[in-house]
């Protein structure tokens, strides 16, 4: 399959309305519309429940924003945290219908699709699968399993999977709920930033990139507030032997392995997360169609300086694809 020329989105959401009643054993109650609009139960979330459904709506919405292609990946509500017999099923149904519509879709998208994240030998051989469908050239984690993240199992056996079959690694985080966040928006404002930073010490300070060579892993929403902790975890680093205990490499060094999305939501976050990244491993971000993400998500990027032509090379290496015209 040819990926249309331009901007690759590697941040945006799908869930199939035959999914809506999430992964076994869910926390959350199932997605249902209501007049067009999508619910979390009774919880509404500022949806139209086309953007998060319908591929004709999704298409239509990836053109009005100037971009050459989305890749898809599951609302983070849908992954399956909870240990299920029957999660291998939802994520091979899951899956199956992601491959369907990025292969009908005429180069213009592209999926991340779903691990059984409890069971890592389950997770290889959704892997396998994926990274060999040409469309779906990789997965979506969340940061956090139960108390953990990617520096001990199972997380970080299913990344030594992925890493194993090149397939790159989106993590999203979830939202998790604490008593001090219930108001404001708090669990997303202050929550979802935490996730991500936590997920991405476990990975520069937990030994994750040196023993995984080759590990492309993309934290989104510019990486939360890790790059404002970097500096931070350099001196833990310098000063203290518990930190250095699982890593041979300073985060500063380690930090420039992984790769971010550009949706930071302010101009000067993004300038300082290009500071402390890798350049060529920042990549155009949506949230699509998230009321935290943007309708215009190559705005940030161009005003910070960063061209169409970096966005769709960046995007291209991340997922495993040539420059130019892709494979068939």
Not at 169 to 179: E, F, K, T
Not at 190 to 214: F, H, K, Q, R, Y
Not at 231 to 257: C, I, K, L, M, N
Not at 294 to 303: I, M, N, R
Request: net charge negative; hydrophobic share 40%; proline share 9%.
């Amino acid at each position: 399959m040819r990926v249309r020329p331009g901007p690759i989105d590697v941040h945006a959401h799908w869930l199939p309305r035959d999914l809506f009643g999430l992964a076994p054993g869910s926390p959350v109650p199932p997605l249902r519309d209501h007049r067009g609009q999508l619910h979390l139960g009774d919880l509404p979330l500022s949806i139209q429940t086309d953007a998060m459904s319908d591929i004709g709506a999704v298409l239509a919405d990836t053109d009005t924003a100037g971009l050459g292609a989305r890749v898809l990946s599951a609302p983070p509500f849908a992954f399956p945290i909870v240990d299920h017999p029957d999660v291998d099923d939802f994520v091979g149904a899951y899956n199956d219908e992601l491959e369907r519509v990025c292969r009908g879709s005429g180069g213009r998208l592209l999926g991340l699709g779903l691990v059984s994240l409890h069971q890592p030998e389950s997770a290889r051989k959704q892997i396998a699968a994926l990274s060999s469908s040409g469309v779906t050239p990789g997965i979506a984690l969340p940061p956090l399993l139960g108390a953990t993240s990617f520096d001990v199992a199972p997380m970080r056996e299913i990344l030594a999977a992925a890493a194993e079959h090149g397939a790159p690694v989106l993590v999203h985080p979830m939202q998790l709920p604490r008593p001090e966040w219930s108001s404001y928006y708090l669990a997303n404002l202050i929550g979802n930033p935490v996730e991500s930073a936590t997920a991405a010490a476990a990975l520069t300070l937990g030994g994750v990139l040196d023993d995984l060579d080759g590990l492309r892993i993309c934290l989104v929403h510019g990486g939360g507030c890790a790059p404002g902790l970097v500096g931070r975890w350099q001196h833990g680093w310098q000063h203290r032997a518990d930190v250095r205990s699982a890593g041979s490499r300073a985060p500063r060094e380690t930090f420039a392995d992984l790769w971010f999305d550009t949706l930071t939501h302010d101009v000067p976050a993004l300038e300082l997360l290009a500071t402390q990244a890798d350049r060529s491993h920042l990549m155009c971000g949506s949230d699509y169609p998230f009321d935290m993400g943007t309708h215009d998500p190559l705005h940030l990027p161009h005003a910070a300086g960063i061209d169409d032509a970096a966005l769709e090379a960046n995007a291209r290496a991340f997922l495993g694809l040539r420059t130019g015209e892709d494979h068939e």
